[in-house]
């Protein structure tokens, strides 16, 4: 006799042949990769997560290029030099796109630059560069921003007189007080509840990006927004920091004076009034909040987990340390206050500070980038809206591009006369036409606060510590995991105890 189960068994069992059999046809014309199963696609066989070395292990068997699938559909990933740049420059426009549904959403609605598309975005983005510009990135005014933002943290490590400390706080500050600068014109004291509140916040929204809650939420929006705790924690994260940033608005609005423009919401405001009557115009007030946020939340973690990695390469490499603080010394002696053409003159320096960037790694996985249209990737057919993805930690350690991938070694940005080389593959802000859009004023904070620090300080372990784990924590970003340093107070080649009341004394006064 048919039972009721009977039937419901042979139902769902039919349904998921069937949905197999659809899965097969479908990625017949895509590029190879491991068979998918119906609802999870390839998730059970990557643990919920897509992890690098995952992605590696995958490269081995399918090659460059291959195809994973998640239950929204395909996700084509890129892997090595060649790929990434090929992916994303041969047909930029075609997969210059971004995925739009679930998290993305809730986070942004498709507003502001990072997780927007079409029109809108390529309006937000060319405004947003261009504000920039016209504020200065990339010249005299905004390396002012970053010299006493480096100023102050030299003062905060000075006060430590030499004792461990973990840097992390103080360094998020530091560049969390850049973009604040640059958005809303002001900084913030370190001891402000908001701002601690605001930094908290910041880390917590971009943890939930590489979490596995992130793929449940994927997978059952309602469920997850009405029942996981990570889930509501982010989102009451997600409404402060919003919140925060339309309190700013509001207070600019007030203040503002007609052809006054001192920061990136009043460029905004006036942008918005200019255009006010244009049908083709995206200024306005929901705009201007979402592109603020995505310029902090792409901004702040990004760059202070590079410090923090800088400081602890520091300590661990003594010798290359050194190295560092003999050319400062002998280029540009004590108390120089640093801008970003100094790097010229510093080869050894600058080849430092971008073997940080490429060891270091922060990134592992770009954004994820979606094609607009039917494309051709690599030779192979890619369908219109397939997710595409660049996997960052393959470019920065391709043995066919790098001598040494999995050594720290400034030698990768030199030639054999010492003289500083760009290299091809380093590609850590992405390549095409999503790259990153604070390249610039990431480069510079890097340069400028790196060289103060340590033309101030010279960085060790605390006294016994003889090893220090370097296995990054995985998140949004790979941040070292927590440790201690001594920031102590250097003396110059010259004998002199470095001149640093003096040096600070320029940005803060005596
Ligand atoms: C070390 C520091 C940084 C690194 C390694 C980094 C890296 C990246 C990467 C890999 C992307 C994805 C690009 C793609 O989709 O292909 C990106 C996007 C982006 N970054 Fe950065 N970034 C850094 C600092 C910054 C800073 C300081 C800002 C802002 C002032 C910023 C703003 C953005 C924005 C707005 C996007 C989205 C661009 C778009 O979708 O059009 N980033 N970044």
């Known amino acids: 006799m048919v039972t009721v189960s009977g039937?419901?068994?042979?139902?769902?069992?039919?349904?998921?042949?069937?949905?197999?059999?659809?899965?097969?046809?479908?990625?017949?014309?895509?590029?190879?990769?491991?068979?998918?199963?119906?609802?999870?696609?390839?998730?059970?066989?990557?643990?919920?997560?897509i992890h690098h070395e995952n992605l590696k292990k995958m490269a081995k068997i399918y090659g460059n290029i291959f195809t994973l699938?998640?239950?929204?559909?395909?996700?084509?990933?890129?892997?090595?030099?060649?790929?990434?740049?090929?992916?994303?420059?041969?047909?930029?426009?075609?997969?210059?796109?971004?995925?739009?549904?679930?998290?993305?959403?809730?986070?942004?609605?498709?507003?502001?630059?990072?997780?927007?598309?079409?029109h809108l975005w390529k309006q937000q983005r060319r405004f947003g560069l261009a504000t920039m510009r016209k504020m200065g990135v990339g010249k005299k005014t905004q390396e002012y921003q970053l010299q006493e933002e480096a100023c102050h943290l030299v003062?905060?490590?000075?006060?430590?007189?030499?004792?461990?400390?973990?840097?992390?706080?103080?360094?998020?500050?530091?560049?969390?007080?850049?973009?604040?600068?640059?958005?809303?014109?002001?900084?913030?004291?370190?001891?402000?509840?908001?701002?601690?509140?605001?930094?908290?916040?910041?880390?917590?929204?971009?943890?939930?990006?590489n979490s596995i809650a992130f793929f449940v939420y994927e997978l059952f929006p309602w469920l997850t927004s009405h029942l996981l705790a990570a889930y509501k924690e982010t989102k009451s994260k997600l409404d402060f920091v919003k919140a925060l940033l339309a309190k700013e608005v509001e207070s600019h609005k007030e203040k503002r004076k007609a052809d006054e423009n001192r920061d990136f919401i009043d460029y905004y405001l006036a942008e918005i009034d200019k255009t006010k009557g244009d049908a083709e115009s995206t200024y306005d007030e929901e705009n201007l909040i979402q592109t603020i946020f995505d310029l902090f939340i792409a901004g702040t973690e990004t760059t202070a987990t590079t410090l923090r990695w800088a400081l602890l390469f520091m300590a661990i490499y003594p010798d290359i340390q050194e190295k560092v603080q003999?050319?400062?010394?002998?280029?540009?002696?004590?108390?120089?206050?640093?801008?970003?053409?100094?790097?010229?003159?510093?080869?050894?320096?600058?080849?430092?500070?971008?073997?940080?960037?490429?060891?270091?790694?922060?990134?592992?996985?770009?954004?994820?980038?979606?094609?607009?249209?039917?494309?051709?990737?690599?030779?192979?057919?890619?369908?219109?809206?397939?997710?595409?993805?660049?996997?960052?930690?393959?470019?920065?350690?391709?043995p066919g591009k790098w001598e040494t991938p999995d050594q720290f070694n400034p030698g990768h940005f030199l030639d054999k006369d010492g003289n500083f080389v760009n290299r091809e593959a380093f590609l850590p802000f992405a390549i095409g036409q999503r790259v990153c859009m604070g390249e610039l004023l990431a480069r510079m904070e890097l340069f400028i606060v790196f060289s103060t620090l340590l033309q101030a300080f010279t960085f060790t372990l605390p006294e016994g510590v003889k090893e220090v784990n370097t296995k990054f924590v995985f998140g949004s970003t790979m941040k070292p995991p927590p440790y201690q340093i001594c920031a102590i107070p250097r003396c110059s080649k010259y004998g002199d105890v470095f001149l640093l009341d003096q040096f600070l004394s320029q940005f803060l006064g005596p």
């Open 155 to 209: 003062e905060y490590l000075q006060k430590t007189n030499g004792k461990p400390l973990d840097p992390t706080m103080p360094v998020v500050h530091a560049v969390a007080n850049v973009i604040c600068s640059v958005i809303f014109g002001h900084r913030f004291s370190r001891d402000d509840e908001n701002f601690h509140r605001l930094i908290e916040s910041i880390d917590g929204i971009t943890a939930f990006g």
């Open 326 to 398: 003999k050319e400062l010394d002998a280029v540009l002696g004590c108390s120089h206050v640093f801008c970003y053409e100094d790097r010229k003159k510093l080869p050894y320096t600058n080849a430092v500070v971008h073997e940080i960037q490429r060891y270091s790694n922060i990134i592992l996985i770009a954004l994820p980038r979606l094609s607009l249209k039917d494309t051709e990737l690599l030779g192979y057919h890619v369908p219109k809206n397939t997710v595409i993805l660049a996997n960052i930690d393959s470019v920065l350690s391709d």
């Open 7 to 49: 039937v419901l068994v042979f139902f769902v069992v039919s349904l998921l042949i069937v949905q197999f059999l659809k899965l097969q046809w479908m990625r017949r014309r895509l590029p190879p990769g491991p068979t998918p199963y119906p609802f999870f696609g390839n998730l059970l066989q990557m643990n919920f997560r």
């Open 69 to 118: 699938w998640v239950p929204q559909g395909p996700v084509v990933v890129l892997q090595g030099f060649q790929a990434v740049k090929e992916g994303l420059t041969v047909h930029a426009e075609d997969v210059a796109g971004r995925p739009t549904g679930g998290v993305f959403h809730c986070v942004s609605h498709g507003n502001g630059v990072m997780f927007s598309n079409g």
